[in-house]
């Protein structure tokens, strides 16, 4: 359930970078305060608004409890694969129960079949310590979903 927030319509903004960083705020602090992943589009609008001002390829877990609560977010440097050692690491350091992957690129090129294989090995991966892969988003200027496409 979402809580209805009210602007102060005399609250005046310097640019629209503001808004937005203003506005993301709000998205982080609603699942910051405990409010779970029950959706695929609350996680868009929360890995959307994450990579708002990235300018460079980044891969990124999303922690979450067995409530789909996040506990953490977690950020790779262009390059890096998501290697199963090193999520693993992640998963165990803060107990998480499930995990969403997020890869963003400001070059608008991203294309599920070339993440196809990590994520199969991640997710066979996650399985053998009972931690689910729920979704893996792929964000450019809009945000796909895997999970909603039937292709994790």
């Known amino acids: 359930m979402h809580k209805q927030i009210t602007i102060d319509k005399s609250a005046e903004f310097d640019s629209e970078r503001e808004l937005l960083d203003k506005a993301y705020f709000l998205i982080q602090s609603r699942f910051k305060q405990g409010e779970g992943f029950t959706e ?5 609008e929360f890995v959307q608004g994450n990579y708002q001002q990235c300018s460079k390829e980044v891969a990124g877990l999303l922690l979450l409890d067995s409530q789909h609560r996040l506990i953490d977010n977690v950020e790779f440097e262009e390059g890096e694969e998501l290697a199963a050692s090193m999520v693993y690491r992640e998963v ?3 107990n ?4 969403i992957v997020s890869y963003f690129s400001p070059s608008k090129e991203l294309n599920h079949s070339d993440k196809e294989h990590e994520l199969s090995t991640l997710k066979s991966a996650l399985n053998l310590i009972d931690v689910a892969l729920l979704d893996c988003m792929l964000v450019t200027d809009e945000v796909v979903s895997l999970a909603e496409r039937g292709l994790l």
């Open 92 to 94: 165990l350091k803060v």
């Open 40 to 44: 695929p589009a609350m996680v868009k």
């Open 96 to 99: 998480a129960a499930a995990v």
